[in-house]
C-alpha cells in the first residue's frame, strides 16, 4: 500500500526550506520525497492555509478567514475523502486541524489524543499552544501536558470533571508543570488508554 506523508511548516520562508532542512532534503535527493512550492492564499492565515489546502477552495468559498473563528468546515477534503475509501488517516498537528476536520469546538480533553476508526482524521495528537507566545512555539504548553494526561488516565465518561481540572491548570500557567508532576490522577483500570 502506498503512503502519504504531508508535512506543512507554517510560516516558512521557501528559501530557508531548501537551505536549512537538511533531513527533508536528503529524502528529495534521495527520490524519497519531493516539494513543491505553494502560493498561499488571502487571508494567509494558517487556519485558512490549512483549510484550503486540505478542500482545495479558497477562503470565499470555505468561510475560515482568521485563526479566531474555527469551526468544522463544510466542503470535502483529504480526511473525510480517505476515511470514505477505507483509508486510515492521521495527523500531528495544531488543534485547528482537528476543528476543520473532525469536530468543533476543540475539547482538550477529549480531542488532545485519540483513535476514532469511523472519524475524517482516525488518529489524532494536536497542540493547542494555549498561553504560549513567539518565543515557545514548539514545545507542548502545560495546558496541553495536563489535557493528554487527563485523556491518558480519565474513563469515560470525563468531560465534566476534565474541563474543571483544564480550568485548574489554566490559573496556574507558570507553575503548571512542577504541580502535574505533583499531583498524578490515578489511572483506572478500565481505561482503554495507558499513561504514555
Known sequence: MTKLLLIILDGVPYRNWRRLFGNLEGWVAQGAASVH?????????????????HT???????KV???????????PDIFSEASK??????????????ELFNRAPFDLVRDIEYD????????????????YGNI??????DVDLFALIMASCTPAPWTAWGTVSIMI???????????????????????????R
Not at 478567514?65 to 466542503?75: K, M, S, T
Not at 496556574?172 to 498524578?184: H, I, N, V
Open 37 to 53: 512550492r505553494i502560493r498561499a492564499v488571502l487571508p494567509s492565515t494558517s487556519a485558512s492555509c490549512y483549510a484550503s489546502i
Open 56 to 62: 482545495g477552495v479558497p477562503p470565499q468559498v470555505h
Open 65 to 75: 478567514w482568521g485563526n479566531e473563528a474555527v469551526y468544522r468546515l463544510n466542503q
Open 85 to 98: 475509501a477505507g483509508l486510515k488517516t492521521g495527523a500531528v498537528t495544531h488543534s485547528f486541524w482537528s
Open 116 to 131: 476514532e476508526p469511523g472519524g475524517p482524521i482516525t488518529h489524532g495528537r494536536f497542540h493547542t499552544m494555549t498561553g
Open 136 to 141: 515557545n512555539q514548539m514545545t507542548p504548553s
Open 169 to 195: 491548570a489554566k490559573k496556574w500557567t507558570t507553575p503548571a508543570m512542577s504541580w502535574m508532576q505533583c499531583w498524578r490522577p490515578s489511572c483506572n483500570a478500565g481505561s482503554t488508554r495507558a499513561m
